[in-house]
């Protein structure tokens, strides 16, 4: 069955970087956009940021964009959150998803379309 599991969450403080990793496994990785999208406590969960299948094409939230990359290795099957300059803001649990072979557009930012979700991974900042 497919499987996708966050790893790389932690406390830090305000201004600290974090790289997070989702490793897809029961799934051909390439033919499916990623997605990274988070939950604050008493919150609805919003995207984050998104990647195209190949890469090339990459979404970002307004409130993050700037400050985090997102990237893929599709010999890994993983991809990547780079959080650079976090804020307390940004603490949440945060979840990567997976959405087969959809072409890259604004529909990309919303939950609905993905098919498959990670557990999640805490990542907490500190002030």
């Known amino acids: 069955q497919v499987q996708l599991v966050e790893s790389g969450g932690g406390l830090v403080q305000a201004g600290d970087s974090l790289r997070l990793s989702c490793v897809a496994s029961?799934?051909?990785?390439?033919?499916?956009?990623m997605g990274w999208f988070r939950q604050a406590p008493g919150k609805e969960r919003e995207f984050v940021a998104a990647?195209?299948?190949?890469?090339?094409?990459?979404d970002y939230a307004d409130s993050v964009k700037g400050r985090f990359i997102i990237s893929r290795d599709n010999a890994k099957n993983t991809v990547y959150l780079q959080m650079n300059s976090l804020k307390s803001d940004d603490t949440a649990v945060y979840y990567c998803?997976?959405?087969?072979?959809?072409?890259?557009?604004?529909?990309?930012?919303?939950?609905?379309?993905?098919?498959?979700w990670g557990q999640g991974t805490q990542v907490t900042v500190s002030s």
């Open positions: 998803a997976a959405v087969r072979g959809v072409v890259f557009g604004p529909f990309i930012r919303s939950p609905r379309v993905y098919g498959y």
């Open positions: 990647v195209s299948l190949g890469g090339g094409n990459t």
């Open positions: 029961g799934l051909t990785f390439s033919e499916y956009a």
